[in-house]
């Protein structure tokens, strides 16, 4: 296309919509919510550019209101599996002989859509499908989806430009190959954004992408799809095959073509497809990329010095923020024994104070947990607290799930610091709490370190320096994002890098070119001027 040097448009974050009363983006995307609401799609597998309908269908439904059908979705199965690998391949070699820059084109375009045209439909579409407020749907689904668009174009440029010294009469340099063979991409119903995020990162070094949307955010991903088609995605780039874990992923890991996995989600799950790739690693051509975001057990640790506002702020919105489904919620919370009076009846007034209900009312702080299955899993914590005679519900522990899967925010006291609800993932709207003697700061903050299996995000509150300082030594290997005097999520693009380690994954730090560097295969290249055209040495000239 060009013969130019290229530099990719310097990266900014997109800006935050407000959706204040009267705001031309509310009204958009009321309009939105309304159309979607009001209709039902079927979403077909997309392979080879092609829309293939396999017949074996699942429904998408509101989280918020379980008896409204917002569309019906094709599951795959190994026949379409083995369709998606084919038509992944074929596209492989113009894909990876097209320029950098006319890939890089794509996303900055799917970025610039997003940002306008396609704004108002995926977030609404992640507010109906997977019960965001505007808010979380805005920062998640538009803002943090649009950066991965801009930001990673421009890493990848980095990573082009990472080149070795030369010599006399010789000239070095690296080419970046994509992996031979296909990524393989496995994504969260949590983030639109990290559904966006994970097939496109792989693609735009070049990859082919099989990709399976978690099946209780298909309908959003649909959207993203199509989004990625009108920005000019060439056909078999990605292809996307919804269905059950195993209908697709074993038939995809068994296939010799794996070249990566790309995956956010459950520690046993990836554990699980970490061992299957091990079991079949004699089969593949080449040995597969394993990059992995996983559970978290996350923390906010508060010293005497802290503020409590600001500490009350943080765990209210670190917990409960989309129903404390994120990884990176705060999931348990050390607090000291001289603040804890004072706090427990700001957290309680607090909380009595969140609404819930619908995210079409933009007036509510939460809204409902994902799916059944979820709330299940939830409520069986919150019982679990309230029978044992090591925990205390503070505040909240209420549940109803006859209209939608509403769990109200909830906290607990323990005085076992080893409590079942410190150790272990919830992923819902529970934060459990430990108080601790403030003359056992240090002693304390080994236990937070050794408490969890989990290390990605955590926070310390304090205004004593030293105080801070402590406890990002201690704490050094329990979170990969680590906040001081904040909450422990709202990680942004460019800004921090995410991602950590332990049983929360491999840190690989989406949202940087640390994650971008793990999709390609480095090829050196040297070129002698001036070879040599006498094999023997000087040294040989004299015994």
């Not at 795959?76 to 950098?100: F, I, R």
């Not at 970025?111 to 965001?132: C, E, F, V, Y």
């Not at 440029?157 to 080419?175: D, F, G, L, R, T």
């Amino acid at each position: 296309m060009t013969n130019g040097i290229v530099r990719v448009p310097y990266p900014k974050n997109e800006p935050i919509l407000p959706y204040v009363p009267g705001s031309p983006e509310k009204k958009e995307v009321k309009e939105q919510l309304y159309e979607l609401s009001n209709k039902q799609i079927e979403i077909p597998l997309i392979i080879g550019g092609k829309e293939i309908k396999s017949g074996n269908l699942g429904d998408c439904r509101c989280p918020h209101d379980h008896q409204h059908l917002l569309g019906k979705y094709h599951k795959a199965g190994q026949k379409e599996v083995d369709l998606a690998v084919q038509a992944a391949l074929q596209a492989s070699e113009s894909w990876a002989n097209m320029s950098w820059e006319a890939r890089a084109a794509i996303f900055l375009k799917a970025a610039d859509l997003l940002a306008g045209p396609w704004r108002a439909k995926i977030n609404a579409a992640t507010m109906l499908a997977q019960s965001k407020t505007i808010f979380q749907a805005e920062i998640d689904s538009a803002c943090e989806l649009i950066d991965f668009y801009r930001f990673n174009p421009y890493y990848m440029q980095k990573i082009y430009e990472q080149q070795p010294e030369s010599s006399a009469a010789c000239w070095n340099y690296v080419e970046q190959r994509p992996l031979e063979g296909f990524v393989f991409a496995v994504t969260p119903f949590n983030f639109t954004s990290i559904a966006g995020n994970l097939p496109t990162s792989p693609a735009m070094m070049g990859n082919v992408v099989l990709w399976k949307p978690a099946s209780s955010a298909v309908y959003t991903a649909y959207f993203i799809m199509k989004l990625l088609q009108a920005a000019g995605l060439p056909d078999g780039v990605i292809n996307f095959i919804p269905g059950s874990g195993g209908a697709v992923g074993d038939p995809v890991m068994a296939n010799p073509h794996l070249a990566g996995i790309h995956f956010t989600g459950s520690t046993p799950v990836f554990q699980n497809m970490w061992k299957t790739i091990g079991n079949n690693i004699q089969k593949y051509y080449t040995y597969p990329r394993i990059v992995g975001e996983t559970g978290g057990k996350d923390f906010v640790f508060v010293h005497n010095s802290a503020e409590i506002d600001v500490t009350v702020t943080a765990l209210i919105r670190g917990a409960f923020e989309y129903q404390g489904q994120k990884c990176s919620a705060a999931s348990r919370a050390y607090i000291p024994k001289s603040l804890w009076q004072t706090m427990k009846t700001q957290l309680i007034d607090a909380v009595k104070k969140i609404k819930m209900g619908s995210p079409e009312d933009f007036s509510n702080f939460m809204c409902a947990v994902i799916d059944e299955a979820a709330y299940t899993t939830i409520v069986d914590y919150i019982n679990f607290a309230s029978e044992s005679s090591d925990a205390e519900i503070v505040v909240g522990g209420a549940y109803d799930d006859s209209k939608g899967y509403f769990i109200h925010p909830t906290i607990i006291e323990t005085t076992d610091p080893k409590f079942k609800l410190m150790e272990e993932e919830i992923f819902g709207p529970v934060l459990t709490l430990y108080v601790y003697p403030d003359e056992e700061y240090e002693k304390t903050l080994h236990l937070c370190d050794q408490t969890s299996p989990y290390g990605l995000t955590g926070s310390i509150m304090a205004t004593n320096r030293q105080a801070i300082i402590t406890a990002a030594k201690i704490l050094t290997h329990a979170a990969g994002n680590f906040y001081i005097n904040d909450k422990p999520t709202g990680a942004v693009v460019g800004q921090q890098p995410f991602g950590g380690s332990r049983a929360s994954g491999t840190n690989d730090k989406a949202g940087s070119m640390i994650n971008l560097q793990r999709w390609v295969s480095p090829r050196t290249i040297k070129e002698n001027f001036l070879p040599p055209t006498d094999f023997t040495y000087p040294h040989m000239k004299e015994k």
